[in-house]
T-cell receptor
Framework: GAVVSQHPSRVICKSGTSVKIECRSL??????MFWYRQFPKQSLMLMAT?????????EQGVEKDKFLINHASLTLSTLTVTSAHPEDSSFYIC??????????FGPGTRLTVT | GIQVEQSPPDLILQEGANSTLRCNFS?????LQWFHQNPWGQLINLFY???GTKQNGRLSATTVATERYSLLYISSSQTTDSGVYFC??????????FGPGTRLSVLP
């Protein structure tokens, strides 16, 4: 149990366009999901915490108007990168919290903005 | 917020060797987890271990919460153990913070 999926796994988009990434908990309900970003050979950095039915909480330095998060149900959270630029190219990973505090991670989405 | 450090940053082992990875954290923890990130980027949960000792096959972990550290033991290492090992922790109500990772290479 505790499987988290992400879609798409890879996406290439042109500068100025928007990209939506989906994160689903497949076999459990998650009231809280998290979005992380990872640059090459670096650790994961938390971008935002997504709570079902309420507004996301963004970490300092993360633009909420650029990274739109919607947690529409107990099994789905989406991250939309709006007006993407090359510096937004990164590996985006979501996680979902099951009972207690343990987090389970999706396989990640590699975004390349040209 | 909590700070998480890991050592060593890089580790090269011959297949069959044993190793110990360390995670130090700056405050009391509500959650501490160990992960293995494979070459494709997938984070695999190894242990949820805010305190105590757990074992799973060739891997085991110990967290001494009062001394603010956790250890991950890998015995009889295999080439498939290669990748980056992260520990991450949070302190009641604060964000889940990842350490910088230990990059492990197991040579055949």
């Amino acid at each position: 149990g505790a499987v988290v999926s992400q879609h798409p796994s890879r996406v290439i988009c042109k500068s100025g366009t928007s990209v939506k990434i989906e994160c689903r908990s497949l076999d459990f309900q998650a009231t809280t999901m998290f979005w992380y970003r990872q640059f090459p050979k670096q650790s994961l950095m938390l971008m935002a915490t997504s709570n079902e039915g309420s507004k996301a909480t963004y970490e300092q330095g993360v633009e909420k108007d650029k990274f739109l998060i919607n947690h529409a149900s107990l099994t789905l959270s989406t991250l939309t990168v709006t007006s993407a630029h090359p510096e937004d190219s990164s590996f985006y990973i979501c996680s979902a919290m099951r009972w207690g505090n343990e987090q389970y991670f999706g396989p990640g989405t590699r975004l390349t903005v040209t | 917020g909590i700070q998480v450090e890991q050592s060593p940053p890089d580790l090269i082992l011959q297949e069959g060797a044993n190793s110990t990875l360390r995670c130090n954290f700056s405050d009391s923890v509500n959650n501490l987890q160990w992960f293995h990130q494979n070459p494709w980027g997938q984070l695999i949960n190894l242990f949820y271990i805010p305190s105590g000792t757990k074992q799973n096959g060739r891997l085991s972990a110990t967290t001494v919460a009062t001394e603010r550290y956790s250890l991950l033991y890998i015995s009889s290492s295999q080439t498939t153990d290669s990748g980056v090992y992260f520990c991450a922790a949070d302190n009641y109500g604060q964000n889940f913070v990842f350490g910088p990772g230990t990059r492990l290479s197991v040579l055949p």
